[in-house]
């Protein structure tokens, strides 16, 4: 890449709500219902469309470490009413994203033996969900964050029943948002804010109160994309 001095920080956003919506994309069509049954997202994951991800990341200059890889489970839990997308809602003391939604997921380990191996291990440790409730179907592109992170969703069926136990350290609470709800873009809302002379992007999905935005909202629009191509 040519030029002189080091690119400066992208900022991280810590009050994403309190930034003004520029549009909501409600000119893009919801996913069928039909085509966000198990049987039709293991079917689209086995036998993948040609496709590209709308979000390939939020920054990677600036950051204070060195990259690391990490993964994070996207699970599908098979509810009555449909499935339902788990999230957990971080702590507010965390270094990294405190207090944001996210996937439950971490940074990998040494022996982990793949993306899948490191999702799994981190929802077990993160929320208590067991291996044996998680059926793996496939994986969406990685997420570059701006916190030196190159992640890959893991994206997986989850079978009640289960309990969940908590890390009360790293998450304050996990919750069930509808896929439909999330694979419909009348949901989905375009943030943008001034940067350095130029602009920056960001979507949300707001949800009973909550706030979804960021690298999750970013590699749900991609779920999207993904089940959309």
């Not at 949901?187 to 960001?202: D, K």
């Amino acid at each position: 890449m040519a030029g002189g001095g080091p690119m400066p920080p992208r900022p991280r956003i810590t009050d994403a709500h309190l930034i003004p919506v520029a549009g909501i994309d409600d000119h893009l069509p919801a996913i069928p219902a039909e085509r966000l049954q198990p049987a039709a997202l293991r079917s689209r994951f086995a036998a993948p469309p040609a496709w590209a991800p709308e979000f390939e990341g939020d920054g990677r200059f600036g950051v204070e470490r060195t990259s690391a890889p990490a993964s994070v489970l996207v699970g599908l839990v098979q509810r009555d009413e449909g499935l339902q997308v788990l999230l957990t809602q971080r702590t507010a003391h965390l270094r990294d994203h405190a207090g944001q939604i996210s996937f439950p997921g971490g940074r990998a380990e040494d022996d982990d033996r793949d993306a899948v191996a490191t999702a799994l291990r981190e929802t077990e440790e993160e929320i208590g969900l067991a291996h044996d409730r998680v059926e793996i179907i496939g994986a969406l592109p990685t997420y570059s964050t701006v916190t030196g992170y190159v992640v890959t969703p893991v994206v997986a069926l989850v079978t009640p029943p289960f309990t969940l136990a908590l890390d009360n350290f790293e998450v304050a609470e996990a919750f069930e948002v509808p896929l439909g709800y999330l694979m419909s873009p009348a949901h989905h809302q375009r943030h943008v804010f001034p940067y350095e002379g130029g602009q920056r992007q960001f979507l949300s999905m707001p949800w009973q109160g909550r706030f979804i935005w960021g690298a999750t909202a970013a590699m749900i629009r991609n779920l999207y994309r993904f089940l959309a191509a």
